[in-house]
């Protein structure tokens, strides 16, 4: 069983749209989470990190974060067919250990 | 701008030969990972090297080494390859330790035939 668990697999959102995905982790002591991003032949690449509970927006991507519940989600707003790509959500815990992916989330834009 | 460069790209080769990867960063990091992505697209952490220290060894088969040279520099190597060792391996690098950023290069894709 994976320690990051990310819903849903895929999705698909209409260029403009909003798209939406989440992040749960099975594990209490990750402190540190991040989404990174993986367009098709290259290597993932950080959106963004969020630490503290409550939202946190970077021009089109806003990221919540619920400590209580360890459940991260991630919003883009007005999609676009470059953010067609792989998402991933990572976690470590406060000692700096390995950071753990999740399963991935691909997002389909559609123009 | 790509910072992490991996070498070679692709590298198909049969059961039991011995490969290597080679990985390299610009950025002047003290951490390097290597990651394996398997064809499901799961990311799973390999190794991690801290100023020539492994810090972080998951259970990965022992025909796996990583080789370092210095900060700049992590090499993976494969002693005997098998079937299940087809996979994408990604290079990364962070400032320190997994409360950074972490920078992946592009990955080498292994076909073990």
């Known amino acids: 069983q994976q320690k990051v668990q990310q819903s849903p697999e895929s999705l698909s959102v209409p260029e403009g749209g909003m798209a939406s995905f989440n992040c749960t982790s099975s594990?209490?002591?990750?402190?540190y989470f991040w989404w990174y991003r993986q367009h098709s032949g290259e290597g993932p690449k950080a959106l963004m990190?969020?630490?503290?509970?409550g939202d946190k927006k970077e021009g089109r991507f806003t990221a919540h974060l619920n400590k209580a519940s360890l459940h991260v989600s991630l919003h883009i707003r007005d999609s676009q067919p470059s953010d067609s790509a792989l998402y991933f959500c990572?976690?470590?815990?406060?000692?700096?250990?390995?950071?753990?992916f999740g399963t991935g989330t691909t997002v389909s834009v559609s123009p | 701008e790509t910072a992490v460069f991996q070498t070679p790209n692709y590298h198909v080769t049969q059961v039991g030969n011995e490969v290597s990867f080679n990985c390299k960063q610009t950025?002047?990091?003290?951490?390097m990972y290597w990651y394996k992505q398997d064809s499901k697209k799961l990311l799973k952490i390999m190794f991690s090297?801290?100023?020539?220290?492994?810090?972080v060894n998951e259970t990965v088969p022992r025909r796996f080494s990583p080789q370092s040279s210095d900060k700049a520099h992590l090499n993976l190597r494969i002693k005997s390859v098998e079937p299940e060792d087809s996979a994408v391996y990604l290079c990364?690098?962070?400032?320190?330790?997994?409360?950074?950023?972490?920078?992946f290069g592009p990955g080498t894709r292994l076909t073990v035939l």
């Open positions: 990364a690098s962070s400032p320190r330790d997994n409360s950074y950023e972490q920078y």
């Open positions: 594990d209490r002591n990750f402190q």
């Open positions: 990190s969020i630490f503290s509970d």
């Open positions: 990572a976690a470590s815990d406060q000692g700096g250990r390995a950071l753990i």
């Open positions: 950025l002047g990091h003290d951490t």
């Open positions: 090297y801290n100023n020539k220290q492994l810090i």
